[in-house]
């Protein structure tokens, strides 16, 4: 598939947005990125220092509140930044399982660089030799979408339309995590589910600005498309 421009925000992020119209199956990867911006070496301080980051976000205690961890090791030149956020309606144990997987994987599919994203249904994880932590970016887009089109693209582009504009300012504004979520009805037998997240680290109108950019490239790239990412 050619994507005219990847849409890639949580998460990569910042946050990220589902939008479902049937039951998801068991969780694979839907993106990774892999930074050509710079390399490491096996064994090296920064490989020591990635090591033990990622291997601290299975166990942090910040998941039992907010799905959530961000958090720093080490000095210039090999200190290494990392963001991990789950799903807001996540269950704990789900969300520790899902980036258990992501701290395993990220790696391997990402050998030796100093910056990569990995991204779920269910979570995506980040680290980088930059500061990530309390900051908004746009640079990492990434969208997918289903063939298949709706039958009415008019009448659900309406209701997908609606049903994101809905979820904005909920998500942005939300405490401890911010989420929203909704169904809306398609047809009389089909549903649209949605869902609007940003990392809590940052602010507001940041979380705003971004899901506006995420719901602009929804209705570009996945317009009339029955399964947006």
Do not use: H
Not at 69 to 90: E, H, K, M, T, W
Request: with cysteine; charged share 15%; net charge neutral.
């Amino acid at each position: 598939m050619e994507y005219p421009r990847l849409s890639f925000w949580f998460l990569f992020i910042l946050n990220f947005l589902v939008i479902l119209t049937t039951p998801q199956p068991a969780p694979r990867a839907r993106y990774n990125r892999c930074s050509t911006s710079g390399n490491y070496t096996t064994n090296s301080t920064y490989s020591r220092n990635l090591n033990a980051l990622l291997s601290s976000i299975p166990a942090s205690s910040d998941l039992n509140s907010d799905g959530f961890f961000n958090a720093s090791i080490g000095q210039n030149p090999d200190q290494v930044y990392a963001i991990g956020l789950c799903r807001g309606d996540l269950a704990v144990g789900s969300c520790r399982s899902c980036l258990n997987n992501s701290v395993q994987a990220i790696t391997q599919a990402c050998p030796n660089q100093k910056e990569a994203s990995r991204w779920y249904d269910e979570c995506m994880l980040r680290f980088s030799n930059r500061n990530i932590l309390s900051t908004m970016e746009l640079g990492f887009p990434f969208t997918a979408w289903n063939n298949a089109n709706a039958t009415n693209q008019t009448q659900f582009n309406d209701v997908v339309g609606n049903l994101l504009s809905g979820l904005r300012d909920p998500a942005a504004a939300g405490g401890v995590r911010k989420y929203a979520a909704d169904v809306a009805n398609y047809t009389s037998l089909l549903k649209i589910y949605a869902v609007e997240q940003c990392t809590p680290d940052i602010s507001v109108m940041d979380c705003g600005r971004c899901l506006d950019a995420v719901m602009t490239d929804v209705s570009t790239y996945c317009n009339g498309k029955d399964k947006n990412y």
